[in-house]
């Protein structure tokens, strides 16, 4: 996306962000379904995704922070956001044990 994407100073999706929402849908595939993407003013990227009564978000950032929070769809629990500095083993760890666990790549 072009710098000014939405005429309110948006910034480009940057690099870092791009790759970790590609290595997301590559570690998870049988989730890419269900996820939509959605650029950030400051250069990252939002992915959410609906899974097992849950409303879930996963922002990529430009500088490759990760934070991920999400709320239950027909109840009152939610998901307090949480940092990760990388998308590693801590990270898919968090992420699976908020989708259910059974999205794993084989």
């Known amino acids: 996306m072009p710098p000014n994407w939405d005429d309110e100073g948006?910034?480009?999706?940057a690099r870092q962000a791009l790759d970790a929402t590609r290595h997301l849908l590559k570690v998870r595939?049988?989730?890419r379904a269900?996820?939509?993407l959605f650029p950030t003013r400051i250069g990252g990227l939002l992915v959410e995704f609906i899974?097992?009564?849950?409303?879930?978000?996963v922002e990529f950032g430009p500088d490759g922070g990760?934070?991920?929070f999400g709320f239950?769809?027909?109840g009152d629990r939610e998901l307090l956001p949480?940092?990760?500095t990388q998308l590693g083993s801590e990270f898919l760890e968090a992420f699976d044990k908020a989708s259910g666990g059974?999205?794993?790549s084989d």
């Not at 948006?10 to 999706?13: L, P, T, V, Y």
């Not at 899974?51 to 978000?57: A, F, I, M, P, R």
């Open 10 to 13: 948006g910034a480009s999706i």
């Open 29 to 31: 595939p049988r989730l």
């Open 34 to 36: 269900a996820y939509k």
């Open 51 to 57: 899974v097992n009564g849950w409303d879930l978000s």
């Open 66 to 68: 990760i934070e991920l």
């Open 72 to 74: 239950e769809v027909d």
């Open 82 to 84: 949480r940092q990760f």
């Open 102 to 104: 059974k999205w794993q």
